[in-house]
């Protein structure tokens, strides 16, 4: 990406759309952000269709300054954007300090819904290896029941996946505990 030149993306409904397909692959290659519009899984870098952003991503890539985001003709200043985001996610501030500490520890981190928690976390990207880490996280003040628990586990294990929960006991430093399940 050029050092100074930002792209433009465009908030659609409660997403966030760089129509640019040249600037979406960009984003894409350079740590697998969003999803080309149509394609479900890329099986290449190279794709001519706008790219999705998920408000959270872009978030992130706003707050790193890689691009800027308009509402129909109008650049949204980062201040408002984050108050459109925290309307549409539950405990959001929480989850984008994990999504940006992850980030920041080079792993990729995909939306996890597909497997009951909050992200995918992968080592490499989609399409390369397989996310060997799904991670949830909890409100430190938020209890979880072992029903819950082992419910994740379960699922974890079936996909072949380290199930993690991640804390904030404060609002700088976060816990990350790891579950391994296995047979006696």
């Known amino acids: 990406m050029e050092k100074d030149k930002k792209i433009a993306a465009h908030i659609v409904g409660n997403r966030v759309i760089v ?15 969003g999803k080309p519009v149509g394609i479900r899984k890329p099986k290449t870098f190279d794709f001519n269709r706008p790219l999705e952003l998920s408000l959270l991503e872009a978030y992130y890539l706003l707050e790193q300054g890689k691009i800027e985001i308009y509402d129909s003709d109008k650049k949204v200043l980062k201040e408002i954007f984050l108050n459109m985001v925290r309307e549409h996610y539950e405990n959001f501030d929480s989850k984008y300090t994990v999504y940006k500490d992850l980030r920041g520890k080079n792993f ?11 992200f995918g976390v992968y080592e490499h990207g989609p399409g390369i290896d397989h996310a060997p ?4 996280v909890l409100p430190n003040t938020k209890k979880i029941s072992a029903i ?16 993690i929960i991640a804390t904030l006991p ?15």
């Open 108 to 118: 990729v981190v995909r939306p996890g819904l597909k497997f009951g928690a909050d």
């Open 170 to 184: 404060m609002p700088d430093k976060i816990n990350y505990f790891i579950f391994t399940w296995f047979k006696p």
């Open 19 to 33: 129509f640019n397909p040249e600037k979406g692959t960009e984003l894409y290659k350079n740590g697998f952000f």
């Open 133 to 136: 880490f799904i991670v949830h």
């Open 148 to 163: 819950e628990m082992v419910r994740a586990g379960r699922l974890a294990t079936s996909v072949r996946k380290k199930f």
